[in-house]
């Protein structure tokens, strides 16, 4: 079974804070996501990784970065965090470049006061 | 207007129920995706179809790609089936719809 993880369920931080949240997939798989959940608007992709140190920016990029080291970790950094970055956030990683089939980890819910 | 609707947003069903979920999608897909998200956030793949139909237990899944529709259905439904319900579709990227909050109760 694919196994996506995150570093944390909750988080609570400051505004202005940085922030980073880690994924890990164990599946050696290509590609890997960031999307931002928010009730009534849905899944929405911050960035994704076709391959180590390559990133492509989403729908909404603003306001975070993201760091792709090693294949099976891609970190997703809130450099200044704000507080309509109170999300829950989850990251997901797919084997074919086509987005199709995407495993999903458990999400972590950020809370910036 | 969202690419991907969903209806209802919210159901509520009693145990043993026949529960029936839609989505409409209005861009040109390779696929359609269901998931199903349990409360602490988790989403795991249910479906993913291209055309006719598919079923585990008692789930079945249908699309109807001239229409650009598809139906979750959910026969005989549990409390254990309470979750969101979420479609997805495979365009140039993956677009979701903002879910259906299903609660069964006993």
């Known amino acids: 079974d694919v196994k996506v993880t995150q570093s944390s369920r909750y988080l609570v931080k400051r505004t202005g804070e940085k922030v980073f949240l880690e994924c890990v997939q164990d599946?050696?798989?290509?590609?890997m996501f960031w999307y931002r959940q928010d009730p009534g608007l849905g899944l929405r992709l911050i960035y994704f990784?076709?391959?180590?140190?390559?990133?492509e920016k989403g729908d909404i990029p603003e306001g975070y970065s993201v760091s792709r080291e090693k294949k099976e970790r891609f970190s997703l950094i809130l450099e200044s965090a704000s507080t309509n970055q109170t999300s829950m956030y989850l990251c997901?990683?797919?084997?074919?470049?086509?987005?199709?089939?995407?495993?999903f980890g458990p999400g972590t819910r950020l809370t910036v006061t | 207007k969202n690419e991907v609707e969903q209806s209802p947003q919210n159901l509520t069903a009693q145990e043993g129920e026949f529960i029936t979920i839609n989505c409409s999608y209005s861009?040109?897909?390779?696929?359609l995706h269901w998931l199903q998200q349990h409360p602490g956030g988790g989403i795991v793949s249910l479906f993913m179809?291209?055309?006719g139909k598919k079923k585990h237990g008692r789930l079945i899944a249908t699309i109807n790609i001239q229409e650009k529709h598809s139906s979750l259905h959910i026969t005989a439904s549990h409390p254990r089936d309470s979750a969101v319900y979420i479609c997805?579709?495979?365009?140039?990227?993956?677009?979701f719809g903002t879910g259906t909050r299903l609660q069964v109760f006993p």
């Open positions: 997901a990683s797919s084997l074919s470049a086509g987005h199709y089939e995407q495993y």
């Open positions: 179809l291209s055309s």
């Open positions: 990784s076709y391959d180590v140190k390559m990133k």
């Open positions: 861009v040109g897909i390779s696929a």
């Open positions: 599946m050696d798989h290509e590609n």
């Open positions: 997805a579709v495979t365009a140039d990227k993956l677009i």
